[in-house]
């Protein structure tokens, strides 16, 4: 199995909420293995949503491992229908997007969040996750409820900026 083609921006499906899953079958493990491979076969690249591969399933992968901004990491989150559903603190970081690969921009999120979705096996996970992690996790659900990280800049005049290069 190869790495998906990547859906970028102004792509149809990145602008539509996703649909929840009903039941982890073999259909969306095979998705999950599919996203976690694409992701890694793209360096840097932290997290991926189910609408960038063209699947409308709330379904999201992401691992901050070795990142030089994660302090702590929990590995490899398999989300599947995650949801945030308790957020501390407001921080405003640079974000970039594998859907929108010539521009980055200053984002308002929280620092600390809870997040609750249901793994490749279909079990009932929960993660308090802080700073970068935290901030993946609102960047991927912001996907699978149809939003970018544009939709959050508070001046678009001055938070966003085009990229010099992809190192
Ligand atoms: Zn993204």
């Known amino acids: 199995m190869s790495a998906l083609p990547i859906c970028h921006f102004p792509h149809s499906l990145l602008k539509q909420p996703t649909q929840f899953v009903a039941r982890v079958d073999e259909k969306v493990q095979k998705l999950i293995d599919a996203m976690v491979k694409t992701m890694r076969h793209h360096a840097r ?72 979705a249901f793994d490749q096996f279909g079990a009932a996970r929960e993660w308090w996750l802080e700073g970068f992690e935290a901030i993946i996790a609102q960047h991927e659900v912001d996907h699978l409820d149809g939003k970018l990280f544009l939709d959050r800049v508070a001046n678009v005049s001055t938070d966003i900026f085009h990229r010099k290069s992809y190192s």
């Open 45 to 116: 690249c932290v997290g991926l949503a189910a609408p960038q591969v063209g699947s409308p399933l709330r379904v999201a992968v992401m691992d901050g491992t070795g990142h030089p901004k994660v302090a702590a990491s929990h590995g490899l989150l398999i989300l599947v229908n995650p949801q945030i559903d308790h957020t501390e603190g407001i921080v405003v970081q640079r974000e970039g997007c594998l859907s929108i690969p010539d521009l980055t921009a200053n984002v308002r999120r929280a620092t600390r969040v809870r997040l609750k």
